[in-house]
């Protein structure tokens, strides 16, 4: 069983930034493709970022292109998502997830992912 636990979220002002980590237990964890999602009220859950176990490739959605930054330590089987540029549209819980399969052709889905964590709110005021 993999356990993911999600951490630094919180309210920053637009323009600032935030990081988030992402602390997995259970499973060998550097196998593991990994991606961060979010839902806002009212909307389905979207991808972010993700990244290959090796951490040599990454993807990025388009609305955070540029302003966020996905990595992974898996000496310390931490995956992070640092946020520059903050935006209110960026306000929503952030979910983190791991897919087994290394199905990277699925990296923007969240059928493409076994597991997930609790999430973790952040919140951007105007």
């Known amino acids: 069983q993999v356990q993911l636990v999600e951490s630094g979220g919180g309210l920053v002002q637009a323009g600032g930034s935030l990081r988030l980590s992402c602390a997995r237990s259970g499973r060998t964890f550097s196998r593991y493709n990994m991606g961060w999602f979010r839902q806002a009220p009212g909307k389905e859950r979207e991808f972010v970022a993700a990244?290959?176990?090796?951490?040599?490739?990454?993807d990025y959605a388009d609305s955070v292109k540029g302003r966020f930054t996905i990595s992974r330590d898996n000496a310390k089987n931490t995956v992070y998502l640092q946020m520059n540029s903050l935006k209110p549209e960026d306000t929503a819980v952030y979910y983190c997830?791991?897919?087994?399969?290394?199905?990277?052709?699925?990296?923007?889905?969240?059928?493409?992912?076994?597991?997930w964590g609790q999430g973790t709110q952040v919140t951007v005021s105007s």
């Open positions: 997830a791991a897919d087994s399969e290394n199905r990277w052709q699925r990296r923007s889905v969240s059928s493409g992912y076994e597991y």
């Open positions: 990244i290959s176990w090796s951490g040599g490739n990454t």
